[in-house]
């Protein structure tokens, strides 16, 4: 069994979410930098790319969260994404910039029930900051990217916990949520992340090796272009 | 792979969380009653009390639910409740009336994750109409029973989803937040439901036999009590 006495620790505790990409990963190197003891935390939701899952636990480790877990959670039962149903991911050419609409890999009510998970994480472990690594510029067809979500969601955790009701007031983290993947990438870089370790690819193979031409992978490649960085991302192909 | 496709039905669609238990089976009677096509939706978190699940299945079959779905989510992993931990479930006997505070069956963020996930499935659906058996007089002392939380994810929920982006209100039924145990069930009878089929108890057995003893069967007896209807609940002992 695994305890839920919170940690002893003379740093301030934060639940970062981390899927073992590059935003999240990132997300968890800034939470380290200002100076927060992180206990992460990875959901199995019936994704196709396991190889993230891998990332996940190999990059918390490498940045010194105190504690990993791992919610499994399968989602393909209520479906509706191309990342858990068995819709084809579409390749990035195939989006049209100029009809933005949300993606079909939009997975429905995921960053509720996402930072739901990370609030009870949160509630066992007396921590009362969440970081998650949302991003309003490359995924702005997701509702639940936005500013306003966030802030509701920070309103709905001071209501819906036993530490709320005795005071304390959740922060939700959102330290990429206006940034572009070239900075997020040079952020990310600044603080020592080793993003050949981290698996954004929405069809990576189980060696955690990329597609290179899904929506994720480039992005992913853009920004390091854009930062004018060696791309150390494996791709399969 | 099940379908994601809407259901075609002239009713309009309302996703119903049920456990299986007294509270959530007349909860989804209601919604019958009230004219709505039901899909339930049951989540198995690593409860200890399977047999509630069952139950699930078997009530929304008789309820005529248009369609069942079960969540697979492994709360365990974090922990924090005696529902969830190997924590012993305490006798109601055990528990001080003039000391009220946040029960140890409290599962942290609870309420938060399994509307989330109904937001979840209710988008998939095309639903706008969530019901949920939370109960602000037998469970006062869980943060996540309380009105102002459910209002608080309803707004949260108009954030969350593309739905609610393009304009969709959703609504969170809450059809027993007020009534005591008794009141329940008299309403649940006179709308035909089978109490024999429910399980409520925290430790039912494996052919889901009440314990008697755990707060939830003591409260669940006692509705029946000051009801005036013989209990048909199946007791271990």
Not at 32 to 45: I, P, S, W
Not at 135 to 142: F, P, R
Not at 159 to 167: M, P, Y
């Given at each position: ?13 934060a639940v970062?979410l ?9 997300v ?81 009510a995921r960053n509720t029930i996402l930072l739901g998970?990370a609030l009870?994480?949160a ?5 009362s900051d969440l970081f998650i690594g949302v991003n309003n510029v490359?995924y702005s067809?997701y509702p639940d990217c936005r500013p306003e979500f966030i802030n509701a969601f920070a309103s709905l955790a001071n209501l819906a916990t036993?530490?709320g009701?005795?005071?304390l007031r959740y922060r939700i983290h959102t330290p990429l949520i206006s940034l ?58």
């Amino acid at each position: 069994m695994i305890s839920s006495t919170p940690i002893q620790t003379s740093q301030p505790v934060a639940v970062i979410l981390l899927s073992g990409g590059l935003d999240s990963t990132t997300v968890l190197a800034m939470a380290r930098e200002q100076g927060f003891a992180a206990c992460t935390l990875a959901v199995d939701y019936g994704q196709r790319h396991r190889a993230e899952l891998d990332a996940a636990a190999a990059v918390s480790k490498a940045l010194g969260a105190i504690e990993h877990r791992v919610v499994r959670m399968d989602l393909r039962s209520i479906g509706g994404s191309a990342l858990t149903d068995d819709i084809e991911v579409p390749d990035a050419a195939a989006i049209d910039p100029d009809q933005p609409s949300i993606p079909i890999t939009y997975v429905p009510a995921r960053n509720t029930i996402l930072l739901g998970l990370a609030l009870g994480y949160a509630e066992v472990m007396n921590a009362s900051d969440l970081f998650i690594g949302v991003n309003n510029v490359d995924y702005s067809g997701y509702p639940d990217c936005r500013p306003e979500f966030i802030n509701a969601f920070a309103s709905l955790a001071n209501l819906a916990t036993r530490a709320g009701v005795e005071g304390l007031r959740y922060r939700i983290h959102t330290p990429l949520i206006s940034l572009g993947k070239d900075e997020i990438v040079r952020q990310g870089l600044a603080l020592g992340v080793d993003y050949a370790m981290t698996v954004s690819c929405y069809q990576a193979d189980e060696a955690g090796r990329a597609c290179g031409r899904c929506d994720s992978c480039v992005l992913r490649r853009e920004g390091f272009e854009r930062a004018g960085i060696a791309d150390p991302t494996r791709y399969a192909v």
